[in-house]
């Protein structure tokens, strides 16, 4: 095991060791804002589902929702953090149990942006602060903090057309069924359009976010098409796969943009050797403390300007790596 995902794993046994627990033991705190008066009332509890610990950059997401938690409300809060897994039902399961525990709001990054909508429903009507983050959801939530992902698709693939000098063979490697990998998709194929002579090889396989994902879909395409130019992978962990895959067929054709500013992403990118061109940077971090700051203010009875809260994605090229600071 490297030194990076020693790392990784001690930030994941903290968070299953630490705050990080099963929440249907939270005790009743008495924290709804229907019945109380919001200036009297004190963040005691956030419960938290994400799409997959094992992503480093929902570990990130988790710190996040934690230290800003414990900012408001004192080493007393309760930061309960889980992982849906992209299950839909088991996320189903996790909602369910923030609510039987009266959690005072429940941070949000949907397995399925659809499918999570009778869950979220339950949940609302139950009193329950709502705050979806890194990708919206079709239903009635309090807020919704995001990348602007529409953005960080049309910036990965102007830059893939202007590298390309609009003529090549490109390839997208797709993700789960949420909105924001369906933003990036949509986003990329908006610029991708106005390049008549961009022939778009493949844009529906689902590599599930993942590096076993974008390794496994990435050898089937390399099989499939002798000649390709360029690679836009909705997040960085599915595009490291496909560099994976790259090495292991020998293929050096192409180059390769990602999604996320992952930090293995920002090392290969800063790589002679890598086939890692850019990656449109997110705030993980920023995400969830930012949702927490919201749903904090509608318990107090101060709902937010814009229940869409953007965060703009920059990319980092080989040109301008020296300078990102990543997460």
């Known amino acids: 095991m490297n030194v990076k995902k020693i790392a990784i794993a001690a930030t994941l046994l903290s968070i299953v060791s630490g705050t990080v627990v099963g929440c249907t033991n939270v005790p009743n705190n008495g924290n709804t804002a229907t019945n ?11 419960g938290v589902t994400l799409g997959d610990l094992s992503n480093p950059f929902f570990v990130v997401m988790a710190q996040g929702a934690e230290k800003e938690a414990k900012k408001i409300g004192g ?63 079709e239903a009635d939530v309090d807020a919704t903090v995001t990348t602007n992902n529409v953005q960080a ?18 390839v997208i490697v797709n993700g789960p069924p949420v909105t924001s990998v369906i933003q990036r998709v949509d986003g990329c194929l908006k610029v991708l359009a106005k390049y008549p002579n961009i022939k778009l090889l ?22 499939t098409f ?3 130019d360029a690679v836009f992978a909705i997040n960085d962990p ?4 496909v560099d994976l895959a790259a090495n292991q067929a020998k293929r050096q054709d192409f180059f390769i943009v990602g999604v996320d500013g992952a930090p293995e992403a920002i090392q ?57 600071t990543g997460w």
Do not use: W
Not at 238 to 241: M, T
């Open 36 to 46: 109380t008066d919001p200036k009297n009332v004190k963040l005691r509890s956030v």
């Open 75 to 137: 080493d007393g809060v309760r930061a309960t953090v889980v992982s849906s897994g992209y299950d839909l039902n088991q996320q189903f399961n996790q909602i369910e149990n923030f609510v039987a525990a009266n959690t005072d709001m429940i941070i949000l990054n949907a397995a399925d942006s659809k499918g999570i909508r009778p869950a979220v429903d339950q949940a609302r009507q139950a009193g329950k602060i709502v705050i979806a983050v890194d990708t919206p959801v």
């Open 153 to 170: 698709g049309e910036i990965s693939c102007q830059y893939i057309a202007d590298r390309l000098k609009g003529k090549g063979n490109v």
């Open 202 to 223: 493949s844009k529906d396989q689902n590599a599930e976010g993942s590096r076993d994902g974008g390794l496994r879909v990435m050898s089937d395409l390399l099989v």
């Open 226 to 228: 002798p000649k390709i």
């Open 238 to 241: 599915s595009g490291v796969g």
């Open 268 to 324: 290969a990118i800063a790589s002679k050797d890598s086939l890692y061109a850019a990656t449109a940077t997110q705030n993980p971090r920023g995400m969830t403390q930012k949702a927490v700051q919201v749903g904090n203010d509608i318990l107090h009875g101060k709902k937010p300007e814009s229940p869409n809260i953007l965060i703009p994605a920059k990319l980092v090229t080989k040109e301008n790596v020296s300078t990102s």
